[in-house]
Each structure stands twice: as structure tokens, then as C-alpha cells.
């Protein structure tokens, strides 16, 4: 059983910033967390889910062409976390973020198969 937990939402200005945490849960399936790779989705009200970032064994790293630049996704192994770092908000960035955990070196998919309960990021203008 794998549990993802996400946190760090909140209330931010427009050109504010924010960091996202995801706590991952991973000893009951015998797996560590470093062989997960690690994605990050957000959906917005009346839009669907899309990808944002993610981020595999070896810190192969693939961002969504709207964040480039903005966001930033690391992954702590020895404390089973990922972190999203947000800079530069936009009003636009305003969602429900996800973090999505998947057996494996292959983050550049919508293939996951553990999810969070999501953290509301709100981009005030």
C-alpha cells in the first residue's frame, strides 16, 4: 500500500511564491521511495487535470511548457518527499495540485498510480 500525501497550498499573490510538499508512504509495499518517480498535476476549476512536472531515479526532470522557468520539482529520498516550488504565480496557476506517485523510472507519463487528496493553490490578482 502506497499513501501520497500532499501539502503547502494556500492563498498567494499574484508573483508570489509557494512550496508544495509531497510526503510518499511506500515501506508497506517493500519499495523504496527512490525507486518511485514522482509527478505533479493540478486541475482547475471546470478544466481537466494536466501535468505539471515530474521527476524520476535519476532527477530526469520534465515540466509542463507553462511552468518552465517558474516552477521547480526536487525530491528528497531519505525523507520520501518531493517538493514543487513555485515562483512567479499567476492567477492562472490557480488549482487543485496533485502529487502522483509511479513504480519505476518513468515520470514522463499520465501513468501513475498512486494519488494525493490534492492541495487548493489559490493565485490572488
Known amino acids: 500500500q502506497v499513501h501520497v500525501v500532499e501539502s503547502g497550498g494556500g492563498l498567494v499573490q499574484a508573483g508570489g511564491s509557494r512550496q508544495l510538499s509531497c510526503v510518499v508512504s511506500?515501506?508497506?509495499?517493500?519499495?523504496?521511495?527512490?525507486?518511485?518517480?514522482m509527478g505533479w498535476f493540478r486541475q482547475a476549476p471546470a478544466k481537466e487535470r494536466e501535468f505539471v512536472a515530474a521527476?524520476?531515479?535519476?532527477?530526469?526532470?520534465y515540466y509542463a511548457e507553462s511552468v518552465k522557468g517558474r516552477f521547480t520539482i526536487s525530491r528528497d529520498n531519505a525523507k520520501s518527499t518531493v517538493y514543487l516550488q513555485m515562483n512567479s504565480l499567476k492567477p492562472e496557476d490557480t488549482a487543485v495540485y496533485y502529487c502522483?506517485?509511479?513504480?519505476?523510472?518513468?515520470?514522463?507519463?499520465?501513468?501513475?498510480?498512486?494519488w494525493g487528496q490534492g492541495t487548493q493553490v489559490t493565485v490572488s490578482s
Open positions: 502522483a506517485a509511479r513504480f519505476g523510472n518513468t515520470p514522463n507519463t499520465n501513468m501513475y498510480e498512486y
Open positions: 511506500s515501506a508497506a509495499s517493500g519499495r523504496t521511495f527512490s525507486r518511485y518517480s
Open positions: 521527476i524520476g531515479w535519476y532527477e530526469n526532470i
